[in-house]
């Protein structure tokens, strides 16, 4: 028998089915239901993973009163993240939220308060966090490879967030223009643009990096494509008391980097006062440059262990071993990410410079 009952709710963003699969696929774990409000966008998982007509559902209250599951993965719209964890928070279970961690500081907060007092823990999925040129990229930088971080350089994104579904299957020209008019990563109120997309990952990434420290301040730009709402395209620098830090976004990169990395490449590149190191998605070297070797060297990324693989063998591994929710998934160092998109977004609309927002 299964120790872990793992439910799947709102199937907004595409990324429920990556994380059902890893629920799937882990020997303890057991999908115990899903649920969206429209029966086909569940069809998918239905037939990827066998699930029965009893464990489907379409109304959230049933879902959980039925299964009384251990863990739930939550992928809704990012403007409603707080709605969903208010939602789902009084059931007394863990919560799994998909990137980013909201679409406001203050509706992060609102999510932190509604699990306050349940004995749950709370954690953030960033999909980057698992790739292995970027945990060895960590694991160096915490060696003191490269000396202390004072520059994160990010570029990342894909063709856009309709190219492609669950397990990364492509989808055509003609899917992506039927579904983007309907889609709400293009609409502005449910937290739509690549900046609210995709910049969390290279802000919480990059202040995992960091171990945590904050920019003093924050400058933003983002493009106005025509006919849409929303960005696929943003540049922000973030000021430290050491150093700057560049992060950009894009929807609309020459190729996706799984199957090809564009350019410029997607992923990170990093300058400590020691060294630097390149790390790439997808890739399957790093790159270090040192006082040892000045002329760089490409390292082989690092077997993962079993629970740094994907977020539900890592969930599982820190409740099986009482452990608290630590790294890129924690909420201490997703909130310090979502503090700086929130002054991105700002300081793009204002068209300044600001200070890091706080509250």
Sequence with gaps: MAKWKIVGINFDHFHMGDNLRFAFDHPDCEIAGICDLKPERMQEAINNFDIPAERV?????????????????????????GKWTELVAPFNVHIIMEKPFASTLAEADQMVAAMSGTGKQLAINWPLAWYPAHRTAKRLIDEGAIGKIIEVHFYDGNRGPLWHGADKIDKTAEQVAEEKPHSWFYKKEFGGGSLLDYLGYGTTLGTWFMD??????????????????????????????????????RWGTFTDPWTHQPQPQCGFVIVGTEGTISNYDYATTVRIQDRQRPQGEDLPVDTLSNETRNPINYFVDCLENNKPVGGAMSVEISRIGQQ???????????KRTLPLIDS
């Design 57 to 81: 559902f379409t109304d959230h209250q049933k879902c959980l009163e039925s299964t009384e599951p251990d863990l739930v993965i939550l992928c809704p719209a990012s403007a409603e993240h």
């Design 212 to 249: 945590g420290r904050k920019p003093l301040e924050v400058t933003a730009t983002v493009d106005q494509p025509p006919g849409l709402e929303v960005d696929e395209h943003s540049i922000v620098v973030a000021r430290y008391a050491e150093g700057l830090s560049k992060f950009e976004t």
């Design 340 to 350: 700086i998109v929130d002054t991105a977004v700002a300081s793009a609309a204002e």
